[in-house]
């Protein structure tokens, strides 16, 4: 637990120094995706490449170099991903905001699993309404994070915190792992969003 952390509804508040829109694309179609997601983008598929990323990097890293979430769309989806976390260990603390999906498909992200474990990446998974996966692959992500030995937390929103408590008692999250709850952007969040992911393009 973290000395000044803000709390909303006897959770702490989820507030990275910084916010990186990795990609726009997702392998879920959540109705009201608050994300700039594919499906709004006429398949415009935008990652942020390695070479962008340094770029912003040199400049943010003085000021915000406390945490960083690196998002999208679905951040694991981007070919860029193990080069992007690579780049975001100079952060004391680096969260991936995911649906948690590829946790399943070990064989295929098996570069991944290494570079979260070396890295000391924070996985967020984040626990939303708009998903149908639940509850119980969300029980089955978190065996697997657990059996891997991942560090892991679990957001929610405002808009789902009623059903999230609904059935918390389904979820099997084990004591040590914190729920946050996750504010939309306030005016003080810096983010890289996918419209400057393009700008950079
Ligand atoms: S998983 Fe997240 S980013 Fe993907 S469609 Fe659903 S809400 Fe949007």
Redesign the pocket.
């Known amino acids: 637990m973290k000395k000044g952390r803000k709390m909303v509804n006897n959770m702490y508040l989820f507030e990275p120094d910084y916010i990186v829109e990795t990609t726009n694309v ?5 109705p ?4 700039k ?1 594919v ?1 709004e983008m006429d398949n415009n598929k935008i990652y942020l490449t390695p070479q962008k990323f340094l770029l912003k990097l040199n400049n943010i890293k003085e000021k915000y170099n406390k945490s960083i979430a690196l ?4 951040p694991t989806l981007s070919p860029y991903i193990d080069d992007i976390l690579k780049l975001s260990y100079c952060f004391k603390n680096t969260y991936l905001e995911t ?1 948690g999906l590829w946790v399943l498909d070990i064989e295929k992200y098996s570069s991944l699993v290494d570079k979260v474990l070396d890295y000391n990446i924070i996985v967020k998974l ?1 626990f ?1 309404r ?2 149908s996966s639940l509850p119980k692959t969300v029980n089955k992500i978190i065996k697997k994070l657990e059996h891997l030995n991942i560090c892991f937390e679990i957001a929610i929103t405002a808009k789902n915190l009623n059903e999230y408590m609904e059935i918390k008692q389904e979820l099997h999250i084990p004591k040590y792992v914190k729920t946050y709850f996750q504010k939309f952007l306030d005016s003080k969040q810096k983010i890289i969003d996918t419209y400057d992911i393009l700008e950079l393009n």
Do not use: F, K, L, V
């Open positions: 997702c392998n879920m179609q959540c009201g995706c608050y994300a997601n499906n998002r999208g769309g679905e649906n984040s939303d708009m998903h």
